[in-house]
């Protein structure tokens, strides 16, 4: 089965820092981009991050950059994002995205998610 | 950046009704155009990649058109499972934003 599974979220104090993980089965991870999409408490959804398959390429959101940093490990199956200087404004549920549509062509898309992970801001 | 913005915000609609939800871009896109939808507590689905192409297992009732800077997703005849929030997002160039948002209703 296709899966995206997300871990490490939680309740963290403003400033403070959490690193989330996405564990990867189902399908070649190492073949694919990958993304990190947050969406706050009763908002739409927010484009954060993206990585390409070999980490060649990374772009950040520019509310979150020079704050967060995604990695991957493609031995682990792995997808992470490390989130320091966090602020109240950063908390969401953080979702983790695969775009294996733009493998077959020139187009893209988010087609595998996972079922996400809370980040909570507050002191 | 390229802006995305979802036409209405808000439908309310009822079973066996045809809906149409316009995005349309600050700036041209070319086909490189998403529709997802999410329903509560979930996380989004994709709908249709490169602004017509149907995912797979996606009902056919769903259809997406446009290119450029207008698109349309439309529903053809809205089922109960159909009411949720739908998203546009545009995958021409980073940042990769999504539009606001239509939430559909029941009627």
């Known amino acids: 089965e296709v899966q995206l599974v997300e871990s490490g979220g939680g309740l963290v104090k403003p400033g403070g820092s959490l690193r989330l993980s996405c564990a990867a089965s189902?399908?070649?991870?190492?073949?694919?981009?990958m993304n990190w999409v947050r969406q706050a408490p009763g908002k739409g959804l927010e484009w954060v991050s993206s990585?390409?398959?070999?980490?060649?390429?990374?772009y950040y959101a520019d509310s979150v950059k020079g704050r967060f940093t995604i990695s991957r490990d493609n031995a682990k199956n792995s997808l992470y994002l490390q989130m320091n200087s966090l602020r109240a404004e950063d908390t969401a549920v953080y979702y983790c995205?695969?775009?294996?549509?733009?493998?077959?062509?020139?187009?893209?898309?988010?087609?595998?998610w996972g079922q996400g992970t809370m980040v909570t801001v507050s002191s | 950046d390229i802006q995305l913005t979802q036409s209405p915000s808000f439908l309310s609609a009822s079973v066996g009704d045809r809906v149409t939800i316009t995005c349309r871009a600050s700036?041209?896109?070319?086909?490189?155009l998403a529709w997802y939808q999410q329903k509560p507590g979930k996380a989004p689905k994709l709908l249709i990649y490169a602004a017509s192409t149907l995912q797979s297992g996606v009902p056919s009732r769903f259809s997406g058109s446009g290119s450029g800077t207008e698109f349309t997703l439309t529903i053809s005849s809205l089922q109960p499972e159909d009411f949720a929030t739908y998203y546009c997002q545009q995958l021409n160039s980073y940042p990769r934003n999504f539009g606001q948002g239509t939430r559909l209703e029941i009627k």
């Open positions: 990585i390409s398959s070999s980490s060649s390429y990374i």
């Open positions: 995205a695969s775009d294996t549509i733009a493998a077959a062509g020139p187009w893209g898309a988010f087609d595998i």
């Open positions: 700036q041209g896109i070319s086909s490189y």
């Open positions: 189902g399908f070649t991870f190492s073949s694919y981009s």
